[in-house]
Structure formats: structure tokens, C-alpha cells
């Protein structure tokens, strides 16, 4: 197996299952904001600024490695 | 290899030599996404910028790649292809537009106008011509319509939803012009990108580290200008000092604490950088991939039912994450630089219709790092 063969499969499925960890995690968070804004409608706003950040720090955490995968796909 | 030879177009090189800078069809369409010396308007024509070099003490001015390489001074590995015995690049893995010079010493201060400059100054110049505007428009009467009111909006979303509910107050109408100008500078930069023929500026790691070092500069200046020397020291600590445990616990744990605590200073900023970064390139990347299957499959079929659904589909989330973007980074700076502007009483950020908890409990109030 050539080097580069390795790289290329190593970032497809690095880049997989990076978006495993970040659907699971945003999904967690959008259903507890979900249900909270369900028992108390009239904190909704609140609510969905923090679910916004929140799901920004999770997708941040998911494009770190997404940008190793690019770095191993294209170098 | 011969059996994967059916599968490979006739476009790629048969990757029979071990050698991860061999030129690929993807990484040639992901060139794209770099920085440039040229503005390539594709079937118009190209438009060079200039290379601007102050080098060993005198100034060198370039109109074009042509001319570069034609100087006798300079040579660069744009166009050609890596040939060992013709090109003084010793390396095939030195970066495809790079600029060396001919007797390998290394380049001075290089102030060329590259794309990324280009689309910014194109931002910056769109920018200003709104805000002209919209001022113009602000003093001849109050009430507020057209351009006016759409940029109006814009900045009462970020001082009311921003800057006032996370930043105390005489920090927060001190620092107000640079999270306008953070907002608006990165909103535009990303929408850019979308436009044809057209850069982002913001997908390359040097712009976004730039705005993030602004936000940590910021950060760190307020720290210690609201909290002084000691309060900011005692932050390192994370509010151990104040828990009741025994002077054994303390000191262990003061020595995990403090350095994870540093890191947390400088992972923050980090982290800044990197999201508004990825975010960018991501966008550009899977519609450039989509585009590639094209090329790929050499199938009309594929572009009509596959491509180009997909791709407007890509393209629309891309000018949505580009406006949530430039919030999360402006809300996030707000964030940082609010949990610093408070005079260390209560460190918590909540919406101020909420119960204060009982007791402020500082392990939690670290809770927003990353």
C-alpha cells in the first residue's frame, strides 16, 4: 500500500467519522432545545441563541478534524 | 495496478510512483481555494496582480508572473510542472506558487497584492460605499427606509442581541466599533466568496488568525485593564483558592489547573480561527467535489440530476453558514471579552431574566471554554 493510498483513505474515514461525534452531539443539543422550548415557550428566544452557539462550539470541533483530513488529502 | 486502470479516467496520471505531491485531479481543483497571484475571470481572461518585493534593501515591482519570470532575479513554479533539470525548485514538494529567488537566499518582505488582498480591499470598498450611503441617508430624516434600514437592523441586532447582554457596561460601548467592525467585516468577506469568480477571503488560516489575534489582543487588554494584576492571576487558578478542601488537594490540583488554564487562554482565540476557516473552505470544497464528479464520471447524466441540485443546495446552506458565521464569531469574542469585563463578582453569563444560582460556583463559570 503505497503512502499516499493511505493518506487518502485515512482522511475519508477520519472526515467520517468526525461527522459521526458532531451529528450525535448537535443532535442531543437541538432535542433538549426542543423540549425546553416546548415546557416554557416564552424563554424560546433565549433558548435558541444558546442552541446556535452551542451547535457553532460542536461544529468547531468537528472542522478541526475535518482540517487534518484535507491537509492528509491534498499534501 | 492494472486492474484499477479502467476505473481511473484518462485525465489522471496513473498513480504508479509513491509520491504524495504527484498532481491529482482533485488537487488541482482544490488550488482553486488558494491564494493567487492572478484574478482568473475564466473564459474573459485573467487579470495579474502585481508582486511587490522590498528585498535586500531595494524595492521590486512585478506587473505579472511573465514578467517575474523573465527578471532574472526571481523564478516561481506556477505554470510549469516540477522538472528537476530545468528548474532551480529543488523539492517537488515546494508549494505550487511559491516565489524563490534564483541564488536561494530568502526573500525579504513580500507585499504582493495576492487574491485574498484583492477581495478584501473588494469588501472593504462595498462596505464603505453602503455605510456612505446609509449615513448620507441617516441625516436627512428619521425615519428610516431602504439601505438604510437594512444596515440600521444590522447594527441594533449587534449592540442589543451582542455586545449588551454579554459585555458590562463601559467596556461595552468602548468596544462597540470593533464588533461592528468584526460583524460586518466578516459577513461581507464570506459573502464574497459566493460571488462569481470570486475569492473567499476569509478561507485562508492567515485572515482569520489575524481577526482572532485581535479578539485575544482585545481579550487580554480588557482582563487586565477591568480586573487588575491580581484578580486576572487569581482567573488562571479557575476560583480554586476559594473551595474548601485540604492545602494537599489544592496544591495538586493547582498543578493540573494552571496550566490547563493557560492553554484555555490561547485554545479559545484558536479555536476562533479555525471554525470561520473550515467553515469557509468546507463550503467550497464539497461543491468543488460535486463538481469534480462531473470530470469524474465524464457523464452528462450525472451533472444534470446530481450536480447541480445538490450543488444550489450546498451553495444556499453556504450563504446561510457564512452570515451564522460571522454571528458566532462576533458572539463568541463578545463572550470571551464579557466574562473578562466583569469586575470578577459573578462570572456567570446568563439571560437576565433568570434566577441567579445561589451560590456562584467558579468551577462552572470556566464552563464557556473550550
Keep these: ?75 | 495496478m492494472a486492474a484499477t486502470d479502467t476505473l481511473t479516467p484518462t485525465t489522471i496520471p496513473s498513480s504508479a510512483a509513491a509520491d504524495s505531491a504527484q498532481p491529482n485531479f482533485f488537487s488541482q481543483m482544490f488550488g482553486n481555494l488558494g491564494n493567487h497571484h492572478e484574478v482568473d475571470f475564466s473564459p474573459i481572461g485573467k487579470l495579474p496582480l502585481p508582486y511587490i518585493f522590498f528585498d535586500q534593501g531595494s524595492w521590486h515591482l512585478y506587473g505579472s508572473t511573465e514578467s517575474l519570470q523573465e527578471s532574472g532575479i526571481y523564478t516561481t513554479n506556477i505554470d510549469k510542472q516540477f522538472d528537476p533539470s530545468k528548474s532551480i525548485i529543488s523539492s517537488p514538494l515546494t508549494e505550487k506558487g511559491s516565489v524563490l529567488r534564483i541564488d536561494h537566499k530568502p526573500i525579504g518582505l513580500d507585499l504582493s497584492i495576492t487574491s485574498n488582498l484583492f477581495f478584501l480591499g473588494f469588501a472593504a470598498v462595498v462596505l464603505f460605499i453602503v455605510l456612505r450611503i446609509s449615513a448620507a441617508k441617516a441625516k436627512k430624516s428619521l425615519v428610516p427606509s431602504g439601505l438604510r434600514n437594512l444596515v440600521e437592523v444590522l447594527i441594533v441586532f449587534v449592540r442589543d442581541d451582542i455586545v449588551a447582554p454579554n459585555v458590562a457596561e463601559p467596556y461595552g460601548e468602548a468596544l462597540l466599533p470593533f464588533f461592528l467592525t468584526v460583524f460586518f467585516f466578516i459577513l461581507l468577506a464570506n459573502l464574497t466568496g459566493l460571488l462569481p469568480w470570486a475569492h473567499t477571503p476569509t478561507s485562508s488560516i492567515e485572515i482569520t488568525a489575524a481577526l482572532a489575534l485581535c479578539t485575544f489582543v482585545i481579550t487580554q487588554f480588557v482582563g487586565l485593564r477591568a480586573l487588575g494584576i491580581k484578580t486576572f492571576l487569581k482567573h488562571l487558578t479557575a476560583g480554586l483558592l476559594d473551595m474548601e478542601v485540604s492545602p494537599i488537594m489544592k496544591g495538586l490540583l493547582l498543578l493540573i489547573m494552571i496550566p490547563i488554564e493557560i492553554m484555555g487562554i490561547f485554545t479559545k482565540p484558536f479555536a476562533l480561527a479555525i471554525r470561520l476557516f473550515a467553515n469557509m473552505t468546507a463550503g467550497h470544497i464539497v461543491i468543488f467535489a460535486l463538481i469534480g464528479l462531473v470530470f469524474l464520471f465524464h457523464s452528462l447524466i450525472v451533472g444534470v440530476f446530481v450536480t447541480v441540485p445538490f450543488a444550489v443546495f450546498v451553495y444556499l446552506l453556504e450563504i446561510f453558514v457564512a452570515t451564522l458565521q460571522a454571528y458566532i464569531f462576533t458572539i463568541l469574542s463578545a463572550l470571551f471579552i464579557g466574562m473578562m469585563a466583569h469586575s470578577g463578582e459573578d462570572e456567570h453569563v446568563h439571560d437576565h431574566d433568570m434566577p441567579h444560582p445561589p451560590n456562584g460556583d467558579h468551577l462552572t463559570a470556566t464552563g464557556f471554554g473550550m
Design chain 1, 1 to 75: 500500500m503505497n503512502p499516499s493510498g493511505l493518506a487518502f483513505l485515512g482522511a475519508g474515514i477520519g472526515a467520517g467519522v468526525a461527522v459521526l461525534g458532531a451529528g450525535q452531539g448537535i443532535g442531543k443539543l437541538v432535542a433538549s432545545a426542543i423540549e425546553s422550548q416546548a415546557r416554557q415557550p416564552e424563554m424560546s428566544g433565549g433558548l435558541r441563541t444558546t442552541m446556535i452557539i452551542g451547535a457553532a462550539l460542536i461544529e468547531g470541533i468537528a472542522l478541526f478534524a475535518l482540517v487534518i483530513c484535507i491537509i492528509l488529502a491534498t499534501k
